[in-house]
């Protein structure tokens, strides 16, 4: 059977008509978009492990980054957070984000524990759980250090982590740039699976300095590409 009609075992969240519609058909479309209009390249795609809980991490400098990631990563149905600002009331963007990439909307101002359980339920629930972990959005192609909230997924998720790195996505649509250009090449890069218990050994502060590290050389990685 194709991968893509494997329905149970990419996601126990979505039923097979909404995983063949939102994570096939239009994650498929929004690549090939970004295809026509950035030259996307990216690589690694095959290092999402086919089954089983998955914590991505991934650097953050566009609005475009969650559509990107989703796209690239659709086989799982990688579910994301993002402020409901983003859904409610911004046309297609909102649509995209909030309807066919099925991120968990959250109040803008509301604490981090409230995103953290979300995640840590993704999980358990042995889902593809995509967080940001710098915590914001950078388009200086700077890997910024990451947030506490990481380790505690990390600590409670009990899931591998998968770190992902993004280039170009800052240069096409900047943090606070009302729409994005129509002109510039993206990419992006999926490094291979660390276990948990690696990252346990090491300790939070070693544990997410490496993590840093890595994510920031896969995003060095995509930018030869834009």
């Known amino acids: 059977m194709p991968r893509f009609l494997q329905f149970r ?36 795609s095959g290092n999402l ?43 297609i963007m909102g649509w995209l984000i909030g309807r066919a990439f099925g991120s968990i909307p959250i109040e803008q101002g509301q604490d981090d524990t409230a995103a953290i359980r979300a995640m840590i339920n993704e999980l358990k629930q042995d889902r593809v759980a995509v967080i940001y972990p710098e915590g914001a959005r950078f388009a200086d192609e700077v890997v910024h250090p990451f947030q ?12 591998p982590v998968l770190p992902v790195g993004i280039a170009g996505t800052g240069d096409i649509w900047p943090p606070g740039q009302a729409k994005p250009r129509l002109r510039g090449r993206m990419g992006m890069a999926v490094g291979m699976p660390i276990s948990r218990q690696t990252l346990l050994d090491m300790g939070e502060e070693a544990a997410l300095i490496m993590l840093r590290n890595e994510v920031a050389r896969l995003s060095e990685e995509a930018r030869w590409w834009t």
């Open 9 to 44: 075992r990419r996601s126990n969240f979505y039923g097979p008509w909404s995983l063949f519609m939102w994570w096939t058909a239009v994650p498929e479309f929004v690549k090939f978009m970004f295809s026509l209009l950035y030259g996307l390249r990216h690589t690694g």
């Open 49 to 91: 492990p086919p089954s089983g809980p998955v914590l991505v991490l991934a650097n953050h400098q566009s609005l475009f980054d969650p559509m990107l990631a989703s796209s690239v990563l659709r086989d799982r149905a990688p579910r994301s957070l993002a402020k409901r600002s983003l859904i409610d009331g911004n046309g």
């Open 148 to 159: 506490r909230g990481a380790w505690v997924l990390i600590k409670r998720g009990g899931a």
